[in-house]
């Protein structure tokens, strides 16, 4: 089986500044799959992607694609194309010179090609605009065409789908689903598992840097019917997680800048006037319904304050 | 953080530089300039009087010349003659009468009992017989038309009135022609001393009495005229009404007397120097505390000789007097001037573009872009950074050549423009134009300095704005240094932040042992290039390594 594995990542971790960016994190792709990596903001996602591209420079652990070590033989990042979020261009070129000049450093700068492709993702009536003149979704397409044409092995896209209407999404979905018949690899980063629900072969889900769990399509189906959590949503969610723990005597759960708890509505209630009359800022107040925020509301630890 | 291979080889490369230095030299390159800073002057004078074959002007010959000139005015001892020596008379009375005379004369008359004769060596006092007789020969010499003229009957008022009968007698051109002539015969013009050498060389009385009289005595008035001429020349030409006219005539007095003053200086010093071995004394007198001022006018009389013959390379002391500003303004120096200006600006413009490619780029994704699409770290570095070289290259061969054509079409009109503060065509002995392309190569190696700072410093974090302004500043603050501190020794530490390649290579107003022989001695161009090389090598060392930590 290992033989037949495109990307092997084993124990991987990024240190910077005393910081870690990736903790060891180990996981392994096969010829053709699409792996989603689902966790919220500065959960470690963009910056394994950037290790695995070699952007980042590899603290431990090691990085195979195709059998061959990154660090050794930095070639082979040749193979893996990524599509960056937000998409960027030199946005005061026009559609086609940027594609020309960008297919053109991959070594792949065939006019016809381009413009097929530019067709396909319709994009050519635009070929001519200036690029600060696209909307987020014309550049996200932009970013997908160029990977369209480079023909990698191995595609990263990180964060196709973020503030994109459904309508979009579902084109981009579409676009992605082509390349996937191409037998290309692809990663998927997102923060919204929603959004990546039956695109992927396998889910990763990330929380604070490090992989909670990988689960097939098929494991995360379970998490529909999984116990969900109310949530208030505050300025200081560190605080506010040990008020309500001391307060309610409740188990709490931190999930970006939202404290988790397990309680019903009038309690839920009564923590948004804690906090109100403590003037400490809520945002928002409700019951995680999506499946990923449940999937990863119930991979989340619990909180413990540290003494 | 370092790589210690790259390192190690930058070092080699670095010292192999060095040693090359210290040993090759552009032999066409100027010759130092020479600052009036009192260690600066202090060491040309030690060169001058020593007589040291690594002596920065290229003649010795021509350093002998005003040590013979000087000899010279040996005679001329009395209080109110044109120049001043007051030691002089004492010594001779002390040294040469007592000493070196007396063994002369015992030589030329009693030979058995000389004690040269005895030892064989004879040199020092052949030495200076022979000098006593040219003086003698001079003397008499008064076919010359110059000392004609000072004991002629003609009276002469004023050192104008000299000046223009000697260009209408002899035809000369040039009034500073005239009266350097003029004045080198005034000093053979003394008399008590001429008298008293006369009689030591046993020279007929009859012939001394009808030399003092014919000669002796009217020179004296009229030095004296000339001296009260000269000074009166000199107090006015120091008011500001008189100065468009007697500026050449002030600077020209100022010489002279900076001549005989120190001629005197370093006539002491060889004369001691040669008594000393003659007569065994020590410390006869003492020439080692020597003034500021002393030491500045030795200056300024080689430099006088050095330039009468083209020997010596000037180098612009002050480059923004305007009051220095030539009247033979010429399409360079418009050309010059304004490519000192735009060259600045150019500068900027490349710290500015290094911020934009490297800093901005960074933070907007381009960067990631570019290496996204399998280009090499390499391969954006050295594009980016081409980019800025050849961009700013070509703004400043751009003004250079619109500026030339501006200045070809405007220098007749504006003779005194501010244009000319540089002075070509007169200030210098390297043409013209060369003098320009130096300076515009100058520039574009001072933007890749400055170009690699600003890169570094938008590697060190990603506050880029921040690190884009301690750019400008530190840029801002080497200007400044540039200007106020390029003379002293520190400064040579820093050889990248001259703005002004014409700077290095002329010679910096640095004169400090090793690193000056290193760096500047006969403006090593070569070193300078391979610190620049370095330079870039570091920087890109530390932005690859930066990079990914940021």
Known sequence: ?307 | MFNPITLVGLIIVLGICFLAGLFYQIPTTPTPSISVNGQATRAVYQNFISGSSSATFDSRAKLDIILNEAEYMLSVQEEDSCFEFTNLKAILDDIVAKNVVTELKKYKTEPSTSKYVESNDVSELQTIASNLHNFVENLQSLSEYYTRLIITTQEFATLKDISDYLVTATNLSSVTNVLDALCLRIKYFDTLQTYRTLRLLNIDDSILAEFEEKYITKTKTKLANIRTEMERLYNEASNDYYISNLKDLKNLITNYKVIVTSAKTAIQSELGILLRKVSGSKKIFNNQNLSVEDMKINLEEAKFYLTRDGLYYKQYQRPLNFGSASSSVTAYDHCYFIVSIVGFMTIVFGIFCAYKLFGKDRKSGKLDLLLAQKVKFGEVFAGKFFAIFFCTGFILASFTILSFIWGSILYAFLPNSIFAVFNLQSGYTIAPLFFLLLKVVGIELQVVFWVVVTIFMMNMSRKFELFFGLSLLIFALATAGNILFNDQFWYCLLPFVHVDLTAFLGGATMQSGFLVSALYVSGNFYISLAYYIVVVCLVYNFTNQLFKKN
């Open chain 1, 1 to 307: 089986m290992e033989n037949k594995n495109v990307l092997v990542v084993e124990h991987l971790s990024v240190l910077i500044k005393e910081h870690f960016l990736v903790k060891d994190v180990s996981f392994s792709m096969a010829q053709g799959e699409c792996l989603g990596v689902v966790g919220e903001d500065g959960s470690g996602k963009s910056s394994l992607i950037k290790a695995i591209t070699g952007s980042l420079p590899i603290s431990d652990g090691f990085v195979r694609i195709d059998g061959k070590d990154i660090k050794d033989h930095p070639k082979i990042l040749n193979e893996v194309s990524i599509c960056l979020d937000p998409p960027v261009f030199f946005k005061f070129q026009s559609v086609m010179e940027n594609m020309e000049y960008l297919c053109s450093l991959a070594g792949k700068n065939n006019k016809q090609r381009i413009l097929d492709t530019l067709d396909k993702f319709n994009l050519l009536e635009k070929k001519n605009k200036k690029v600060y003149s696209l909307s987020y979704y014309e550049r996200k397409l932009m970013a997908l065409a160029l990977a369209f044409i480079n023909e990698s092995k191995f595609l990263i896209i990180d964060e196709p789908f973020k503030s994109l209407p459904v309508q979009s999404i579902q084109t981009l979905r579409h676009y992605i689903a082509q390349l996937r018949e191409k037998g290309t690899t692809i990663i998927i980063t997102s923060k919204n598992y929603d959004s990546l629900e039956d695109q992927c072969d396998r889910y990763m889900f990330m929380v604070d840097r490090q992989v909670k769990e990988i689960l097939h399509r098929k494991e995360c189906e379970k998490f529909s019917t999984a116990k969900t959590f109310a949530f208030v949503a505050v300025k200081y969610p560190h605080y506010c997680g040990k008020l309500v723990a001391e307060n309610f005597n409740l188990s709490v759960k931190l999930f970006g800048n939202r404290v988790l708890f397990d309680a019903n509505e009038d309690t839920t209630a009564e923590i948004v006037k804690f906090f109100t009359k403590n003037k400490l800022s809520v945002y928002g107040a409700g019951y995680l319904n999506r499946k990923g925020e449940r999937i990863l509301a119930n991979l989340t630890p619990y909180f413990k304050e540290n003494k």
